[in-house]
């Protein structure tokens, strides 16, 4: 029997009776409950939504009544509308960006002059939609990186299950390999669509009814989209230069490092992110400076503070999300996984990760390896777990290697050519020791009784003599052995790549590479220190056999006992960073399997060149303390210029500095032109102490009476030179170039009184240890400084 609306009101009326508490049944109810039925309860997707949000209890179940849900279905209108709302209202529910107020029925509805929260999750969707329709074409990604992002922005689902929560640590390296303007792009698309960051923005878009199209004008997100397409042209340029030069990649050594704050401890450790440390912010209060009030040098080190609690609270967002970056950062590049005691485990290990789906690119023409898929092993820092590795050089654990070469080959094996999978190259290292070839190069096979063809080839890496010596207390014989051999075996037989060589002399094309200098094992950037107890528990009891028998030298046990307090590096024989970077380099390395994971320079390494990463770690203990590791220095490479991840607006909020994308360009000019000022003003002084031993001492006469006129010329002069001075530091701060007080030549600060002036140029009327007696000029420097450089006068005005 079909009954209209009104008909079943009336039958239902009639045939029972409601309690008095009960709502009356009323046409409106009908129709939304066959509305919801079909528009909602229809949909697997929104029934499991429903059920999901159904066991929290009903204050604060965002959907806590059906009018609420007739009006998501009603805004929505579309499926695909429909779907999106129901999703954003949840996952903003849950992850607790959406205040409860934007989640009742007035504002779901009409919060925002007659347009509501359900309008704002529509228009975010449209946002989206024309970010990848008209926006993004320009950026030239490739299809795999664009279509990852449309599958995942445009579900909040698989969101979700992807990049987790807030504050919720997931596997991130599905997004591995990514340019770094793709992974500004998606930084920019999360804040968009699954935080608040824009919350503010889009709810007075969505008010002002401004289309979509007009939303990419708005200040703050055309910033951040002009920042993505900077780095996108930075990258399309670089790749016509790659290709014009045939690779050679051109290196620039005239930019000066600069560390722009030291990191230190901070006071209050914020629980999983206590390792990232805050540096200390330099403080001054209202109307003074920190430290003495005439001194000058203090003021552009010094930032305003606010008392206003809601500024600090914004303050310490912006820190906390930096933070939240940089441990992203490392989880998207980075997977560490545990080494497992047989090849089977090891196997199902490696096969759960990213690496059987890695691809290298050979070029089918010339038959050049263009992108390498690298699978690394280095056997001395393995085998630094079997002896004790400050002494003698470590040795190869045989059965190992066999296990792990194994275990990655049977993922990556062509077995219709019998052979790697083109693109992938084994790099293993023999650690210096002769005889280790056959026993190296004879276990890279999928299993014990299957053999493949390969190709080999070698690199020889030559050490300094000092650095072998600085590695090991004592040598046992008289020569010092400089030479380990790199082996890299390929498919088949494939040219590498010709470039001109990173941090070392010559070109790829060379089979040498070196000197190679000993690292600095107290350099907390270069080398990772710890005490030989963490150090124990970091290698496992598993991976640490005692070994027998007399020391060399006849050396007892007692007398090479560690204690557990002793610091020392957690790999002796590590690789250089240069070295590991060079590696890099010179095999175009797209991913890299590293067999033989042990200080992490080269998951360092892999972070700063954006490429996938897995590395094999001893324990579990040594796989949280790298990840830690390799958080807190991507968060101070955060701060530093020189590291290709630098965030110019963190490091403001430290330095006290106004943000902006090109402070690490200026403040390396600056102090470039600092570095030449102080130069020029020593090469002056010099000059001066030449000339004075060299003066004839018939003419102090005649210099003491030209003096007396030199004086006031010299006052003259020196007031104009100053404010020629002042004018050129004016256009300095009209141009954003401002240096610090503390970088200023000294020059300039003992023009503050004419007596200091005297004193050190011997113009003046002051007392000081300056001569007045046989002064000549200083030899006038050649030219006008380059633009942005500080001119630095030349003060000894002379008229010999």
């Known amino acids: 029997m079909n009954l209209g609306t009104a008909e079943f009101c009336k039958k239902y009326a009639e045939n029972y009776k409601a309690s008095s508490e009960a709502e009356r049944v009323t046409d409106a109810f009908v129709d939304s409950a066959i509305t919801l039925s079909r528009r909602v309860l229809n949909s697997q997707r929104l029934l499991d939504l429903l059920l999901k949000a159904d066991e929290s ?20 209108k579309t499926a695909r509308n429909i779907d999106w709302v129901f999703h954003a209202m949840f996952d903003g529910w849950k992850n607790q960006h959406l205040s409860p107020e934007m989640l009742t029925w007035r504002g779901l509805s009409n919060s925002l002059n007659g347009k509501g929260t359900c309008e704002l999750f529509t228009a975010q969707l449209e946002f989206r939609d024309y970010l990848f329709n008209k926006v993004t074409s320009s950026y030239g990604w490739d299809e795999e990186v664009l279509n990852s992002m449309k599958e995942i922005s445009g579900d909040h689902v698989e969101y979700r299950k992807m990049c987790g929560y807030a504050n919720e640590k997931v596997d991130l390296t599905w997004r591995a390999g990514w340019p770094k303007s793709a992974e500004l792009f998606w930084a920019f698309l999360e804040d968009s669509l699954f935080n608040n960051t824009f919350e503010t923005t889009f709810k007075n878009l969505v008010r002002h009814r401004k289309p979509v199209a007009e939303w990419v004008s708005n200040g703050e997100v055309e910033n951040r989209l002009n920042s993505i397409m900077e780095q996108a042209e930075k990258e399309l340029k670089e790749r016509k230069r790659l290709a014009k030069a045939n690779g050679d990649a051109a290196v620039d050594d005239d930019e000066d490092d600069v560390t722009m704050v030291v990191p230190v401890e901070s006071e209050k ?78 196997t199902k290990a490696l096969g759960a990760t990213a690496f059987p789906k890695w691809k290298g690119e050979v070029d089918p023409e010339t038959n050049q390896v263009v992108k390498m898929v690298a699978i690394y092993f280095d056997s001395k820092v393995v085998g630094e777990t079997n002896c004790q590795a400050n002494l003698r050089l470590p040795p190869l654990r045989e059965g190992r290697h066999n296990k792990l070469f194994s275990a990655a080959l049977s993922l990556r094996v062509d077995k219709e050519a019998n052979t790697m999978v083109q693109g992938d190259g084994f790099l293993i290292m023999d650690g210096g020791r002769d005889g280790l070839a056959t026993s190296l190069l004879g276990a890279v096979r999928p299993s014990a009784t299957e053999t493949i063809s390969k190709y080999k080839t070698m690199k020889f890496l030559v050490w300094d003599e000092k650095a072998i010596r600085t590695k090991k207390k004592r040598s046992r014989g008289a020569l010092v052995n400089q030479m380990e051999k790199l082996y890299v075996l390929l498919p088949e037989q494939q040219a590498l790549s010709f470039k001109k060589r990173k941090h070392f002399a010559g070109t790829t094309h060379g089979d040498v590479i070196g000197p190679i200098m000993a690292p600095a094992w107290d350099d907390e950037e270069e080398t990772w220190n710890m005490t030989y107890q963490q150090k124990k528990d970091l290698f496992g009891s598993s991976n640490r056999i005692r070994v027998g028998g007399e020391k060399p030298d006849g050396e007892s046990e007692k007398s090479a006992r560690r204690l557990d307090t002793d610091v020392e590096p957690v790999a002796y024989h590590a690789l250089p960073s240069e070295v590991v970077s060079e590696i890099f380099h010179e095999f175009n390395i797209c991913a890299m399997l590293d067999l033989s994971c042990c200080d992490g320079k080269t998951a360092w390494e892999a972070i700063q060149q954006r490429v996938p990463y897995i590395g094999v770690c001893f324990t579990q203990e040594h796989v949280n303390e790298l990840m830690k590791r390799l958080e807190a220095k991507c968060w101070d490479g955060m701060m530093k210029p020189e590291s290709p991840l630098y965030e110019p607006l963190l490091a403001a909020i430290f330095s006290g500095q106004k ?127 380059k633009a942005g450089h500080h001119y630095v006068h030349n003060f000894s005005l002379s008229p010999f």
């Open 57 to 76: 209890p009903s204050d604060v179940n965002p959907f806590n009544h059906w009018s609420k849900l007739q009006l998501l279905v009603s805004k929505g």
């Open 659 to 785: 943000g902006n994308r090109k402070a690490s360009v200026k403040a390396k000019a600056k102090t470039r032109s600092t570095k030449n000022a102080k130069k020029k003003k020593e090469k002056e002084d010099d000059d001066e102490d030449d000339d004075d031993e060299e003066e004839d001492p018939d003419k102090e006469e005649d210099d003491d009476e030209d003096l007396e006129e030199e004086d006031d010329l010299g006052e003259d002069d020196d007031d104009k030179d100053q404010e020629e001075d002042e004018e050129e530091e004016d256009a300095d701060e009209d141009a954003g170039e401002v240096e610090p007080d503390e970088e200023e030549p000294k020059q300039g600060t003992k023009r503050k009184s004419s007596s200091s002036a005297g004193t050190k140029t011997g113009r003046g009327k002051g007392k000081g240890k300056g001569k007045r007696k046989g002064v000549k000029s200083a030899p006038k420097a050649k030219g006008r400084p």
């Open 269 to 346: 450790p914020d629980g999983e992110l206590a390792h990232l440390k805050v540096p200390v912010m330099p403080v001054k209060s209202k109307g003074k400076k920190q430290g003495d009030e005439n001194d000058d040098d203090n003021e552009d080190q010094n930032i305003e503070t606010s008392d206003d609690k809601a500024a600090a609270e914004e303050l310490q967002k912006k820190i906390d999300g930096y933070k939240q970056k940089a441990c992203a950062m490392v989880r998207t590049h980075i997977k560490l996984i545990v080494e497992e005691d047989n090849l089977s485990n090891m």
